[in-house]
């Protein structure tokens, strides 16, 4: 009963680490490349099509990673596969 609880407690460590370290790594990604591009966009204008479209792709890119990391958190919330090794 003991090591349930450890690796329960520890999977709940391991969640919080996963989502907290997710969003902060997306959030400082993303407020960097859209400062590069409002700098770029400031210094020749005629290239903001092209360079907003890079932005829209890597902004999805960014994001989707963030996404499944929370998909995997959840996956261990709910469905823990080191569970199943204890019984």
């Given amino acids: 009963m003991e090591s349930l609880a450890m ?3 520890y999977t709940g460590i391991g969640i919080g ?6 969003a902060a790594g ?3 990604g993303i407020g960097i490349m859209c400062a590069s591009f409002l700098e770029g966009a400031a210094r020749q204008p005629e290239m903001i099509p092209a ?6 792709l890597l902004l999805g890119l960014i994001d ?6 929370v ?8 469905a ?3 569970l199943s090794v204890i019984k």
């Fill in 17 to 22: 680490l996963i989502i907290g370290l997710g």
């Fill in 80 to 82: 823990n596969p080191l």
């Fill in 51 to 56: 360079l907003q479209a890079k932005v829209f």
């Fill in 71 to 78: 998909g995997l958190a959840m996956m261990f919330a709910f």
């Fill in 26 to 28: 997306a959030c400082i």
């Fill in 7 to 9: 690796i329960q407690a």
């Fill in 64 to 69: 989707a990673s963030f996404i499944i990391g």
